[in-house]
């Protein structure tokens, strides 16, 4: 699962990163995992921006690298209880 893992600022992840961490079956199950979980990055771009809270361009996992995606956001852990309850 570290193909999904970046450096993250303290209580930040990715989405990838953080199913990698919490429920890695979930990204077993996937068929792509990289295009399935763009949908919750920008689910979780919505929860935070109505909360109020920033998110944060971090370089991407290399699992999203490796198919030319150089970025990926890194949100509060907050917000990806919200997105994955």
Known sequence: ?????T???PDHDTVWGWLARNEPWVLGTMS???LGCLGDQT???????RAGLEFIHVPAPPAL???GIPEAFAFPTSV???VFP
């Open 43 to 49: 689910k979780a771009m919505e929860f935070a921006q």
């Open 80 to 82: 990806l209880h919200d």
């Open 65 to 67: 690298r490796a198919r």
């Open 7 to 9: 450096d993250t600022p």
């Open 32 to 34: 792509d995992p990289v």
């Open 1 to 5: 699962m570290s193909a999904y893992l």
